[in-house]
């Protein structure tokens, strides 16, 4: 990649596979009927 094209989301992309070992660490909400964010407990 060259310099001109380099962006601050390329670099900081996480790898499909950590994001599938850190999945199952992260709890689970049920989605809220209303919608909206999550909570931030």
């Given at each position: ?39 931030l407990?």
């Open positions: 990649m060259s310099e001109k094209n380099r962006t601050v989301v390329a670099d900081f992309r996480m790898p499909e596979e950590m994001w599938l070992r850190v999945d199952g660490l992260l709890p689970k909400f049920r989605k809220s009927k209303k919608g909206g964010r999550p909570r407990e």
